[in-house]
């Protein structure tokens, strides 16, 4: 049996991917069962919606290429609103499912837990569901406010308040104070954090396409007019894989979000080696290796 991660430690740039995937592998099937029992019926709900919103935009297509029925055309616009509307509701909620179960699985794991199951999962994440919802809105209203004063200050906003979560549900802040935190944690490693959302993202993504292979077969089947053309079953189903796989994908990224928040707390900190140095003596003393960044 491998020995366990130690989260709060300085690492450089490769480290941070490298452990991500690693402590990705050593707890697969305890943190993908977690994310399907509480981020899975989000996502579920809201493949449904990319299923009809999906058909919807089909029919529409050969609609307007195939016949000049107004009022079908504008009854498949207006469902296409519809359907686009509830699948942003899901897929947020799905997302900030994921976020909270990512986040509280390190904290289980930090604390030494290694039998974390669903239910120790759930009962961790609906204490935050509230303050998460509040958190999210407000960061949103502050990337967007910043994106308004040209693009990069909503970039440097929305990668810095990418540690809010981890702030928030480890070190139990408010609103202000969890901003303020961020902002010190990645002071001088904005570049280091922006790096690395960005290959986690481009990773992820190569992964996430395996997951879009049954909405593509529907989408040219669809357009090449094989078979019965658009089918709503199967647009849906390939909605659904689609929404859910993109959600247990996007565990690489949080995964490698929280390493970085870790990584941040030990430099500015230094909690981690202090306690090593307290542990000195006691058995399975942690290895607490000091290196600089290199990114």
């Not at 991917?17 to 943190?31: A, D, G, H, S, Y």
């Not at 990319?50 to 297509?61: E, F, I, T, V």
């Not at 000195?280 to 290199?294: A, H, L, Q, S, V």
Request: hydrophobic share 50%; charged share 15%.
């Amino acid at each position: 049996m491998k020995p366990p991660i130690q989260l709060q430690q300085e690492r450089d740039f490769g480290q941070k991917i490298n452990v991500t995937f690693e402590f990705i592998i050593q707890n697969f099937k305890q943190l993908m069962l977690s994310l399907l029992y509480i981020a899975g019926p989000p996502a579920l709900i809201g493949g449904f919606f990319m299923g009809a919103y999906q058909s919807n935009m089909l029919s529409l297509q050969q609609q307007i290429l195939g016949s000049d029925d107004v009022d079908s055309s504008l009854s498949s616009i207006y469902s296409m609103g519809s359907s686009m509307l509830l699948l942003f509701i899901f897929l947020g909620a799905a997302g900030l499912a994921a976020t909270l179960v990512v986040n509280a699985y390190l904290i289980e794991y930090e604390k030494g837990s290694r039998d974390i199951t669903p239910e120790i999962m759930w009962n961790r994440v609906k204490e935050h569901i509230g303050k998460g919802v509040g958190f999210s809105i407000v960061m949103v209203a502050a990337v967007i406010v910043a994106t308004m004063f040209f693009l990069i200050p909503g970039i440097y906003v929305g990668v810095t308040l990418s540690l809010m979560y981890m702030v928030m549900m480890r070190e139990n802040l408010g609103l202000e104070a969890t901003f303020r935190r961020c902002f010190y944690l990645i002071n001088d490693k904005w570049w280091s954090t922006f790096g690395l959302l960005m290959i986690m993202g481009i990773i992820s993504g190569i992964i996430g396409y395996v997951f879009q292979i049954p909405t593509l077969i529907v989408t040219f089947s669809s357009i090449l007019q094989i078979g019965d053309g658009i089918n709503t079953f199967w647009t849906t189903v390939g909605g659904v894989i689609g929404t859910v796989g993109s959600v247990l994908v996007r565990s690489l990224v949080l995964v490698a979000v929280g390493f970085q928040y870790y990584n941040l707390v030990e430099r500015r900190d230094g909690s981690g080696i202090m306690g090593a140095i307290q542990d000195i003596g006691k058995n399975d003393t942690p290895r607490i290796d000091r290196r600089e960044e290199e990114f």
